[in-house]
């Protein structure tokens, strides 16, 4: 059984960063793709970044483009999620997501593994 447990959510004011961690067990973690989602109140979830089995990829969404920077470390089977310049609409649940395959993308289908998430508030 896969388990992701993400850490690192809080408040911050509008312009602050945060770092958020998913650290993963259950199978071999540098074998997947691994994404982070988020999902404001009263929306749907929506695709934030994603990285390549071995970090050689990534993907933003255009609203995080430049400003957020996810990374991985195979070693501690852990994926980070740098959050700068952070705005009020970054407001939401934030969640790591491991892929089925080494290269996941955008879309939810292509994970199979959820975290429960950590709340990330910004204020303005």
């Known amino acids: 059984q896969v388990q992701l447990v993400e850490s690192g959510g809080g408040l911050v004011q509008a312009g602050g960063s945060l770092r958020l961690s998913c650290a993963a067990s259950?199978?071999?973690?540098?074998?997947?793709?691994m994404g982070w989602f988020r999902q404001a109140s009263g929306k749907e979830r929506e695709f934030v970044a994603s990285?390549?089995?071995?970090?050689?990829?990534?993907v933003y969404s255009d609203s995080v483009k430049g400003r957020f920077t996810i990374s991985r470390d195979n070693a501690k089977n852990t994926v980070y999620l740098q959050m700068n310049s952070l705005k009020p609409e970054d407001t939401a649940v934030y969640s790591c997501?491991?892929?089925?395959?080494?290269?996941?993308?955008?879309?939810?289908?292509?994970?199979?593994?959820w975290g429960q998430g950590t709340q990330v508030t910004v204020s303005s």
């Open positions: 997501a491991s892929g089925k395959t080494r290269f996941s993308g955008r879309n939810s289908y292509e994970y199979n593994y």
């Open positions: 259950g199978r071999t973690f540098s074998g997947y793709g």
């Open positions: 990285i390549s089995w071995n970090g050689g990829t990534t």
